[in-house]
Structure formats: C-alpha cells, structure tokens
C-alpha cells in the first residue's frame, strides 16, 4: 500500500513539473500569419504592451525554458517552440535579436537553438 501511495505523489510530482497543457492545440501557423496577432504576443513578452491572459503564461515561462532546454514543457510545447524560434529567425529577425537580448544576453541558449534548427 505504501509502496502504491509512492509511486501516485511521484506520477503526481511529475506532471506538476509540466507547464500547463492549456494551450497545446493553440494554433501556431494562425497567429505566426497574423502580423498584428503576433506583434501583441512579441510587445508583451517584451514589456512593450498589454498582455493577454495566454501572453501572460507563455511570458511567465520563457526564462525557465530556455534555461532548462524546456525540459518542463510537454512534446507539443516542444515542437510549438521550434516552429516558432524557427519563424523569428526567419522572418521577423528584428524581433528574434530583441527577445535574445532581454532573455539571452550572453547569447548561451540562442546558439544552442540556432545550431538545433539549423541541424548542426
């Protein structure tokens, strides 16, 4: 019995250790499309305006992300995050250097991810 109750608060411990699986059918494609959705999310993350209660939680998070490689965040988290550093790097380069600069200043965890995306 105590053995079972164990391993329940491990199962338990491991998931809180997740970021919330809320947003994980949010779709990306949709508002990396949307130049004026996406400038809201990019002005909040970047204390430049107003945030949404979505913009609120992924800003919560982003510091802990990069730092940890994003080990709480699920496989859709993960696959979400590729798709969009993929996008700021490609697209909206301006915008990319400044998340980098506020987030990332030594530049450690944007190498990593360049490299990762680049496939080297």
């Known amino acids: 019995m105590k ?12 998931s809180a250790q997740k970021y919330t699986t809320k947003y994980d ?3 990306l494609d949709e508002i990396l499309s949307n130049k004026k959705v996406l400038n809201g999310y990019l002005n909040c993350v970047m204390d430049k305006g107003r945030c949404s209660v979505d913009g609120k939680e992924l800003k919560s998070h982003i510091a802990d992300a990069l730092r940890t ?3 709480r965040c699920t496989e859709s988290q ?4 590729t798709k969009v550093i993929r996008h700021l790097i490609k697209y909206e380069k301006e915008a990319w250097v400044s998340l980098q600069k ?10 990593k991810y360049e490299r990762e995306l680049r496939g080297i």
């Open 69 to 71: 490689g994003c080990k």
């Open 102 to 111: 506020k987030y990332d200043p030594t530049g450690t965890y944007a190498k």
């Open 25 to 27: 059918n949010i779709n």
């Open 3 to 14: 053995l079972l109750l164990l391993a329940i608060f491990l199962v338990t411990l491991a």
């Open 78 to 81: 993960k696959r979400g995050t």
